[in-house]
């Protein structure tokens, strides 16, 4: 059992070095819901061991039906306890989260991959500790994979 590792996109580790900065990418992005993404939040203590700045890129979780804004609006106090320091949303839904945030927590919207992965490039410092997390159909392992091609 211990040597056995999440497939990816459902929790892998990565020690990476991006454009010569080393950081570790959590890589949840295959899929979300209230319950996984409270999950991966809840981790960000335990996974980033140093304490280093903490940026969560989070993603629409999809079909959950008319207690869709309810369930993204009820995962802020979860950001909030995570002590991610930086946020990025994408998708319809996830903006209402970015607009809550507090102001302590830097963080941005938007629509489009490229746009957020061409943000995120210019803004990731040595030691960075990202989460990425969304539903598949939002398509956020292509940001992952970006980052790990980008060594």
């Given at each position: 059992?211990y040597h056995l590792e999440?497939?990816?996109?459902?929790?892998?580790?990565h020690h990476l070095t991006?454009?010569?900065?080393?950081?570790?990418?959590?890589?949840?992005?295959?899929?979300?819901?209230?319950?996984?993404?409270?999950?991966?939040?809840?981790?960000?203590?335990?996974?980033?061991?140093?304490?280093?700045?903490?940026?969560?890129?989070?993603?629409?979780?999809?079909?959950?039906?008319?207690?869709?804004?309810?369930?993204?609006?009820?995962?802020?106090?979860?950001?909030?306890k995570s002590n991610a320091?930086?946020?990025?949303?994408?998708?319809?839904?996830?903006?209402?989260?970015?607009?809550?945030?507090?102001?302590?927590?830097?963080?941005?919207?938007?629509?489009?991959?490229?746009?957020?992965?061409?943000?995120?490039?210019?803004?990731?410092?040595?030691?960075?500790?990202?989460?990425?997390?969304?539903?598949?159909?939002?398509?956020?392992?292509?940001?992952?994979?970006?980052?790990?091609?980008?060594?």
């Amino acid at each position: 059992l211990y040597h056995l590792e999440p497939q990816a996109g459902r929790g892998s580790i990565h020690h990476l070095t991006y454009r010569k900065k080393k950081i570790t990418l959590f890589d949840d992005s295959y899929n979300s819901n209230p319950l996984s993404l409270k999950a991966s939040l809840d981790s960000i203590k335990y996974l980033n061991k140093e304490n280093k700045r903490t940026i969560c890129i989070i993603g629409d979780m999809l079909e959950l039906g008319e207690k869709t804004s309810k369930y993204h609006k009820d995962i802020i106090t979860t950001i909030i306890k995570s002590n991610a320091d930086v946020v990025y949303t994408i998708g319809k839904f996830s903006k209402m989260i970015n607009k809550e945030l507090p102001n302590s927590i830097e963080s941005f919207h938007f629509n489009n991959l490229d746009i957020l992965y061409n943000n995120l490039q210019k803004n990731i410092i040595e030691g960075d500790f990202i989460m990425i997390k969304g539903s598949n159909s939002i398509n956020l392992n292509s940001v992952c994979m970006k980052i790990k091609d980008n060594i």
